[in-house]
């Protein structure tokens, strides 16, 4: 980069790149397609998913609170090949990263809620080591959004001062978390939008 000073970025993962890993859409279609209750899963799930975003428990044991309380026909492995299969790409946003990324030298972080297995899975499945230097995911670092100490970490591990970062989140609220903290915050609300406000650091 020529006469332009690098920043750093700051980028959720799901709801931006790619579809929410576990989202309450996903939730309704899982219990259809095994022919469960919903808020029968859906109960304990609002109990123990943070848990699980944190890295304090597995995705077994999360599926052991949540799906299987009682005998079931099916196992642990084809439950979790759906919750996987959930995860699909959104438009346009992540190939025009990479590009825009090499193109410029900005350095991008994602900050994400994520459980363990479904992080390490979208990672590998979408190659988001293409996307970013650096992952501050719940599940490594015990905190989870809006926690602030998750935000902080994150500027400490790219050593930047939070008005040279730009956060983008799909949700209002942990955007203005992130604001909080001396962030250059904005709800992601497109591709558009948000390839227009980061083309103007370029």
Not at 14 to 37: D, M
Not at 68 to 75: C, D, I, L
Not at 96 to 125: C, M, P, S
Not at 174 to 192: D, P, R, V
């Amino acid at each position: 980069m020529k006469n332009k000073e690098r920043k750093t970025i700051f980028l959720d993962i799901g709801g931006v790149l790619l579809t929410n890993g576990w989202g309450h859409e996903s939730r309704q279609r899982a219990a259809e397609r095994f022919k469960i209750e919903y808020n029968e899963m859906n109960f304990p799930h609002e109990f123990i998913f943070s848990i699980y975003e944190i890295g304090k428990i597995s995705l077994k044991e999360y599926l052991d609170t949540v799906v299987f309380t009682q005998p079931r026909n099916f196992a642990h492995e084809e439950f979790i090949a759906f919750m996987f299969g959930e995860s699909q790409e959104l438009p346009d946003m992540l190939h025009w990263l990479i590009q825009w990324k090499e193109q410029t030298g900005h350095r991008v972080i994602a900050i994400n809620n994520e459980g363990k297995e479904l992080n390490d899975y979208r990672i590998q499945k979408f190659q988001l080591k293409n996307a970013f230097d650096a992952f501050v995911s719940s599940c490594d670092v015990g905190m989870r959004k809006p926690d602030p100490g998750i935000f902080k970490l994150a500027l400490g591990i790219a050593q930047s001062k939070g008005e040279a970062c730009i956060y983008f989140d799909d949700r209002p609220m942990l955007a203005q978390a992130a604001s909080k903290l001396g962030i250059n915050a904005y709800h992601h609300q497109g591709f558009e939008s948000t390839k227009k406000i980061l083309e103007n650091l370029s």
